[in-house]
């Protein structure tokens, strides 16, 4: 009888990271939620503890302390990592004039080290099973809108710090990185924040897609990066954004 794989998910309480736990308990793993948010860490639990074998740590990504014991939990109850998808992040976006080195610093705290600090303390055990990390980046990597530098800057690092990871860590744990585009989570926020999505004609048509991302389009590329079938595929980075950053647009 094989063991059920085991998932660690940061920033899982809502939006991609609770999309993408809830496709992994469906496939019969164990997936542990950290995020700095206790009510919605415990709201998830409630609402999918019926669906598979989720845990809540509260961690804040940036403190290597935190950090560490996100790792030791996860064994102590567990024994085993085999997948860790760096999820959490945040965002302030403010003019390169008002922003401050605060800002700066929390948002690559969290975004960047934090990708960095769980990665670190997750790999010998991701050696031990062979496991997958996918990092989530942002196509704000790749493409700006103004008063975004520290946003733009730490996403920009998660694409670059996977590559840099895949080739340490080869070829016993594979590194990949999702880049998604406007993704609406209003329906994956937890309950009080909870809010149903109105899109206009023209947010969908922009897209040539056709329509706005949803948390599943990103859970579902999670899912088959982590898997055997995707065994030939490390140090890559997904562009998930529904086309929208493939299309040329003019000023009149």
């Given at each position: 009888?094989?063991?059920?794989?085991?998932?660690?998910?940061?920033?899982?309480?809502?939006?991609?990271?609770?999309?993408?736990?809830?496709?992994?308990?469906?496939?019969?793993?164990?997936?542990?939620?950290?995020?700095?948010?206790?009510?919605?860490?415990?709201?998830?639990?409630?609402?999918?503890?019926?669906?598979?074998?989720?845990?809540?740590?509260?961690?804040?990504?940036?403190?290597?302390?935190?950090?560490?014991?996100?790792?030791?939990?996860?064994?102590?109850?567990?024994?085993?990592?085999?997948?860790?998808?760096?999820?959490?992040?945040?965002?302030?976006?403010?003019?390169?004039?008002?922003?401050?080195?605060?800002?700066?610093?929390?948002?690559?705290?969290?975004?960047?080290?934090?990708?960095?600090?769980?990665?670190?303390?997750?790999?010998?055990?991701?050696?031990?099973?062979?496991?997958?990390?996918?990092?989530?980046?942002?196509?704000?990597?790749?493409?700006?809108?103004?008063?975004?530098?520290?946003?733009?800057?730490?996403?920009?690092?998660?694409?670059?710090?996977?590559?840099?990871?895949?080739?340490?860590?080869?070829?016993?744990?594979?590194?990949?990185?999702?880049?998604?585009?406007?993704?609406?989570?209003?329906?994956?926020?937890?309950?009080?924040?909870?809010?149903?999505?109105?899109?206009?004609?023209?947010?969908?048509?922009?897209?040539?897609?056709?329509?706005?991302?949803?948390?599943?389009?990103?859970?579902?590329?999670?899912?088959?990066?982590?898997?055997?079938?995707?065994?030939?595929?490390?140090?890559?980075?997904?562009?998930v954004d529904g086309g929208m950053t493939r299309r040329m647009i003019y000023i009149d």
């Amino acid at each position: 009888m094989t063991r059920p794989l085991i998932a660690i998910i940061t920033g899982g309480a809502q939006g991609i990271g609770k999309a993408t736990a809830r496709r992994l308990l469906g496939k019969g793993m164990n997936v542990v939620i950290a995020d700095t948010d206790k009510e919605a860490g415990e709201e998830t639990v409630s609402e999918y503890e019926l669906i598979g074998n989720i845990h809540f740590v509260s961690c804040d990504v940036s403190s290597e302390e935190q950090v560490r014991r996100l790792i030791d939990e996860t064994l102590e109850r567990y024994q085993y990592i085999d997948v860790l998808m760096n999820n959490a992040g945040i965002s302030r976006f403010r003019s390169l004039d008002d922003v401050t080195l605060d800002d700066w610093h929390a948002v690559i705290g969290v975004n960047l080290t934090g990708t960095f600090l769980c990665s670190k303390y997750a790999a010998p055990h991701l050696k031990q099973t062979q496991g997958a990390i996918v990092n989530i980046a942002s196509t704000r990597a790749l493409m700006s809108e103004p008063d975004t530098e520290a946003y733009a800057a730490s996403k920009g690092g998660i694409v670059a710090l996977t590559h840099s990871l895949a080739v340490s860590l080869g070829p016993e744990v594979r590194v990949n990185c999702i880049a998604p585009g406007w993704i609406e989570t209003g329906e994956w926020k937890k309950e009080r924040d909870r809010i149903t999505p109105r899109h206009s004609e023209q947010d969908r048509l922009q897209h040539p897609a056709g329509r706005v991302g949803v948390p599943e389009d990103i859970a579902g590329l999670v899912d088959y990066l982590i898997s055997a079938e995707a065994g030939f595929i490390t140090g890559a980075n997904f562009i998930v954004d529904g086309g929208m950053t493939r299309r040329m647009i003019y000023i009149d």
